[in-house]
């Protein structure tokens, strides 16, 4: 039988444990371990690392207090407002352009036939530029776009990514999904990224480094920075550029490494960037109906 629930218990049943850091999943198992040792009985009370009676929650919050102490507070001066006043244009013109854009981007599709043609630097940086007029939470900007052109460098991303690809294909990605991908004829080969002039690896920042050290919160980051994904896109194919979206399976330490990013910035999507092989062949796919992807109420 475990401890009279009426009763005070003892501190000698509480194993004397340093904590971990707040958050640490060996903070859980110290504390499961305890509750285990007391019956069961979720307590007030217990013996900190010196052996004194301790409330968990001043426990907790003190180890909290001190990792705050590594992150910025927010800024609350208020930020000026200025007038938004942008063209508008003529219903008949808005309707136009509408469905120019349609026309446009429904011309996109995912090529991995891409030419070794050089692409103006200049494209590149337009482009990289609008991708970040994106919204973001709190307007941290949560991105950072790292554009490859050296070769030997790129060739160094594709023998990570291809490794990582073989294994994916033979062990970890399930029997069907390998299944459904065989009638895109894909595989874990990826010679477009040393054919490519250009791999723009986009990694999502978790939180921001101010240059005195400070973290700095960036809220919803992997949501913004996958809108920013959508823009460039866009841009991409309004410059008649083409790419294929790729998220490389358990490639993002090694990348990151490679790149020589900081522990704060995760892969989030790779793109091999140019224009398309004059014998580039795409999946005759067809997309959803508008009445399958809307519903208006």
Same mark, same amino acid.
């Given at each position: ?10 501190? +000698? ?6 904590? /971990? ?31 004194? +009676? ?25 930020? /000026? ?34 030419? /070794? ?117 866009? +841009? ?62």
């Amino acid at each position: 039988m475990g401890p009279d629930p009426t009763q005070p218990t003892p501190v +000698a049943a509480w194993k004397k444990t340093r904590l /971990p850091a707040v958050g640490s999943g060996a903070l859980v198992s110290v504390l499961a371990a305890d509750i285990s040792r007391c019956g069961g009985l979720l307590l007030n009370s217990c013996v900190n690392e010196w052996g004194c +009676a301790a409330d968990w929650g001043c426990v907790l919050h003190d180890r909290q207090e001190n990792e705050n102490r590594d992150w910025v507070e927010s800024n609350d001066e208020d930020l /000026p407002h200025v007038p938004y006043s942008p063209l508008r244009y003529p219903v008949e013109t808005v309707l136009k352009r509408s469905q120019d854009f349609y026309t446009l981007m429904n011309q996109r599709r995912s090529v991995r036939f891409i030419s /070794p043609e050089p692409v103006p630097q200049e494209v590149i940086d337009n482009i990289i530029h609008t991708a970040g007029t994106a919204p973001s939470g709190a307007h941290t900007e949560p991105w950072t776009f790292v554009v490859v052109s050296d070769p030997e460098m790129k060739h160094r991303i594709r023998l990570i990514v291809e490794e990582e690809e073989k294994v994916n294909y033979h062990q970890r990605m399930g029997e069907k999904w390998v299944h459904d991908l065989a009638k895109l004829r894909t595989n874990w080969i990826k010679e477009y990224l040393d054919v490519a002039p250009y791999l723009v690896l986009i990694f999502k920042q978790t939180y921001g480094i101010l240059p005195n050290g400070k973290k700095k919160t960036h809220y919803y980051n992997e949501i913004s920075v996958s809108i920013s994904c959508g823009i460039l896109l866009a +841009a991409l194919q309004n410059a008649g550029l083409v790419t294929v979206t790729t998220t490389p399976l358990n490639c993002g330490p090694q990348l990151r490494l490679l790149l020589k990013r900081p522990a704060n910035e995760k892969l989030l999507m790779l793109l091999p960037v140019g224009y398309p092989a004059s014998d580039a062949i795409v999946p005759d796919l067809k997309r959803k109906a508008l009445g399958d992807i809307m519903v208006h109420i």
